[in-house]
């Protein structure tokens, strides 16, 4: 099972971004896959999630958008209005259980099984 993201790169202050991530090796249309990101001599931390819905985390709320195409089994992030604060590696994940309810933190890194390689993403000034 591999995650693949890609889409980073290097834009400026109020540029929009869409990451990618697209899964081999099984389908995840039945699990919660996710999005976090980890900038430089940070923990990494929760940016958004989705099962049907999205959930997100406050300081991408609004700005953010998550979705997915469970025919081409890829997880999506749309980033607008990136501010230099959303620099970091982003980091697909999924779980590899079916979808355990909404009380399951899936803000929490601990409760993925599957991670992809992180992509870089770079917001300047």
């Known amino acids: 099972v591999q995650l693949q993201a890609s889409g980073g790169g290097l834009v400026q202050a109020g540029d929009s971004l869409r990451l990618s991530c697209t899964a081999s090796?099984?389908?995840?249309?039945?699990?919660?896959m996710g999005w976090f990101r980890q900038a430089a001599g940070k923990e990494r931390e929760f940016v958004s999630a989705?099962?049907?819905?999205?959930t997100y985390a406050e300081s991408v709320k609004g700005r953010f958008s998550i979705s997915r195409d469970n025919a081409k089994n890829t997880l999506y992030l749309q980033m607008n209005s990136l501010k230099v604060e959303d620099t970091a590696v982003y980091y697909c994940?999924?779980?590899?259980?079916?979808?355990?309810?909404?009380?399951?933190?899936?803000?929490?890194?601990?409760?993925?099984?599957?991670w992809g390689q992180g992509t870089q993403v770079t917001v300047s000034s």
């Open positions: 994940a999924a779980d590899g259980a079916r979808y355990r309810g909404s009380t399951w933190p899936y803000w929490s890194p601990a409760v993925y099984d599957y």
């Open positions: 989705t099962w049907s819905d999205g």
């Open positions: 090796g099984r389908t995840f249309s039945s699990t919660v």
